[in-house]
């Protein structure tokens, strides 16, 4: 009795690599990942600039109320003293009651706004003392700056560096470039698939390898091993084929069953990037618009610095009048403390539009340089 016996075993092993260069969906995948990270740093570094621009609000918010404490304290005595004249013109005959009664109200009015600024400065230490996480009774006593450093850039030089330096627009610009690679990746899932394939055959096995236009680069190897075996009652030796071969082509494959998918994912595509397009122009627009605005309110706050310090310096030159009439007899200790009291009025406006310049200032350079603009105070 004859018998052929079979002995088959085989063995396949496929390795795929993909090669991001040479796909835009492989592309828009890993820049999306990217973009996440950035979009987290850029998030941070918003975050940054407001924060602090918060300190920078707090910081002159404490000045300034540690300068109208004084100059409320001031005005206190300066009353007190004007209403002590008043009192002692009264005693002398040469003062209406009228006069004192109105003495008395500017020195309760005095108080009060003292008491105001007392109530104000201890708020704005709270605050910035909050904002730095320190305990909120503890005391705060800050270094005037004094007036603004070198002038800011105009608009139509700051626009560039807004558009480089500012958290929000980048994104913007991330989002978009974004999405311009996922309309590219859904054009390609549309495209034909092409792929340069190779293959070498042997006796016990076959390696292939190929490269698709979608950036995937595969390997596989198989190994076969067949034996056979023919027990008759006379043993038979069966010489065995060896042989190699090699293949070499291009293969092809279309999309027809998803056609219609791909056509929807790629208008899809258009519309997101149309959209992150138009959200670039509107924040470039508001971008100019905003730098436009916070220009103008520095220009004004300046125009309000320079008002304030004018009226001051004539209020004082007055008063040094008032003085000299005084040392020779012709003036009294009353019309040279309603003029200390009217210089210590100019003070505080010049202190408020100080401050209120330094507040736009720092608000506009924010507006440049974004996180950075606190070296540029």
Same mark, same amino acid.
């Not at 003062?95 to 009015?109: C, G, P, S």
């Not at 009652?233 to 084929?241: A, I, Q, R, T, W």
């Given at each position: 009795?004859?018998?052929?016996?079979?002995?088959?075993?085989?063995?396949?092993?496929?390795?795929?690599?993909?090669?991001?260069?040479?796909?835009?969906?492989?592309?828009?995948?890993?820049?999306?990942? =990217?973009?996440?990270?950035?979009?987290? /740093?850029?998030? *941070?570094?918003?975050?940054?600039?407001?924060?602090?621009? $918060?300190?920078?609000?707090?910081?002159?918010?404490?000045?300034?109320? /540690?300068?109208?404490?004084?100059?409320?304290?001031?005005?206190?005595?300066?009353? @007190? *003293?004007?209403?002590?004249?008043?009192?002692?013109?009264?005693?002398?005959?040469?003062?209406?009651?009228?006069?004192?009664?109105?003495?008395?109200?500017? *020195?309760?009015?005095?108080?009060? &706004?003292?008491?105001?600024? /007392?109530?104000?400065? $201890?708020? !704005?230490?709270?605050?910035?003392?909050?904002?730095? +996480?320190?305990?909120?009774?503890?005391?705060?006593?800050?270094?005037?700056?004094?007036?603004? #450093?070198?002038?800011?850039?105009?608009?139509?030089?700051? %626009?560039?560096?807004?558009?480089?330096?500012?958290? =929000?627009?980048?994104?913007?610009?991330?989002?978009?470039?974004?999405?311009?690679?996922?309309?590219?990746?859904?054009?390609?899932?549309?495209?034909?698939?092409?792929?340069?394939?190779?293959?070498?055959?042997?006796?016990?096995?076959?390696?292939?390898?190929?490269?698709?236009?979608? #950036? %995937?680069?595969?390997?596989?190897?198989?190994?076969?091993?067949?034996?056979?075996?023919?027990?008759?009652?006379?043993?038979?030796?069966?010489?065995?084929?060896?042989?190699?071969?090699?293949?070499?082509?291009? &293969?092809?494959?279309?999309?027809?069953?998803? +056609?219609?998918?791909?056509?929807?994912?790629?208008?899809?595509?258009?519309? +997101?990037?149309?959209?992150? @397009?138009?959200?670039?122009?509107?924040?470039?627009?508001?971008?100019?618009?905003?730098?436009?605005?916070?220009?103008?309110?520095?220009?004004?706050? /300046?125009?309000? %610095?320079?008002?304030?310090?004018?009226?001051?310096?004539?209020?004082?030159?007055?008063? @040094?009048?008032?003085?000299?009439?005084?040392?020779?007899?012709?003036?009294?200790?009353?019309?040279?403390?309603?003029?200390?009291?009217?210089?210590?009025?100019?003070?505080? =406006?010049? !202190?408020?539009?100080?401050? =209120?310049?330094?507040?736009?200032?720092?608000?506009?350079?924010? +507006?440049?340089?974004?996180?950075?603009?606190?070296?540029?105070?």
């Amino acid at each position: 009795e004859d018998r052929l016996r079979f002995n088959q075993q085989s063995f396949t092993l496929e390795i795929q690599q993909p090669i991001v260069g040479l796909s835009n969906s492989l592309k828009a995948l890993r820049s999306s990942l =990217d973009h996440e990270r950035e979009l987290a /740093q850029l998030r *941070w570094e918003q975050g940054a600039a407001d924060l602090a621009y $918060q300190v920078v609000e707090a910081y002159f918010g404490c000045l300034k109320a /540690q300068r109208m404490a004084e100059l409320a304290a001031e005005a206190v005595r300066v009353a @007190r *003293w004007k209403q002590d004249v008043v009192q002692a013109r009264f005693n002398a005959g040469t003062a209406t009651i009228a006069e004192v009664l109105a003495a008395e109200a500017d *020195w309760k009015e005095a108080r009060l &706004q003292e008491l105001q600024s /007392q109530e104000g400065k $201890q708020a !704005a230490g709270m605050a910035f003392n909050a904002l730095l +996480g320190r305990p909120l009774d503890e005391p705060v006593e800050l270094v005037d700056p004094g007036p603004p #450093g070198k002038a800011a850039p105009p608009p139509h030089e700051a %626009l560039p560096l807004a558009k480089g330096n500012r958290p =929000d627009l980048r994104k913007a610009q991330a989002e978009l470039a974004l999405a311009e690679l996922g309309e590219l990746a859904a054009e390609e899932e549309g495209r034909p698939i092409l792929a340069l394939v190779g293959q070498y055959q042997w006796e016990d096995g076959e390696i292939s390898l190929s490269v698709s236009n979608r #950036g %995937l680069l595969s390997l596989a190897g198989t190994y076969n091993r067949q034996a056979s075996e023919l027990k008759t009652y006379k043993e038979v030796e069966l010489d065995s084929f060896a042989g190699e071969s090699y293949l070499a082509g291009l &293969q092809v494959q279309l999309p027809l069953l998803d +056609g219609e998918a791909a056509k929807l994912k790629q208008a899809k595509a258009r519309e +997101g990037v149309e959209l992150a @397009r138009l959200a670039v122009e509107q924040l470039e627009t508001g971008l100019e618009l905003e730098l436009s605005s916070l220009h103008l309110a520095l220009q004004r706050s /300046q125009a309000r %610095l320079e008002l304030a310090e004018g009226r001051l310096e004539e209020m004082k030159e007055r008063l @040094r009048a008032t003085q000299k009439l005084h040392g020779a007899q012709l003036a009294t200790d009353f019309d040279v403390a309603q003029l200390e009291l009217a210089v210590l009025g100019a003070e505080s =406006d010049v !202190a408020v539009a100080l401050y =209120d310049l330094h507040l736009a200032r720092a608000a506009y350079l924010k +507006g440049v340089y974004g996180p950075t603009f606190v070296g540029e105070l």
